[in-house]
């Protein structure tokens, strides 16, 4: 397994930030599903799943999860 790029780094950060890694993975996900059966985009399914899985290795080594706290709003 290799390390990502700077570049890389920056865009899960970014993504991170703004709250959307989690729905961008999902995406990705289901796309690569979706061409499961098309045999020609298997390169390019098996290259982003090697992207995908460097990325979540990365996040497992330099950041935590953790549950949103619930907001409790007050009825006025």
Do not use: P
């Amino acid at each position: 397994m290799k390390n990502i790029s700077k570049v890389r780094q920056r865009g899960l950060e970014f993504h991170i930030e703004i709250n959307d890694y989690f729905g961008t993975l999902a995406t990705v996900i289901d796309l690569v599903r979706q061409d499961l059966g098309i045999r020609r985009y298997a390169e390019r399914n098996e290259e982003v799943l090697i992207r995908m899985r460097d990325d979540l290795m990365y996040l497992q080594a330099h950041y935590g999860i953790e549950k949103k706290k619930r907001s409790r709003r007050r009825s006025v």
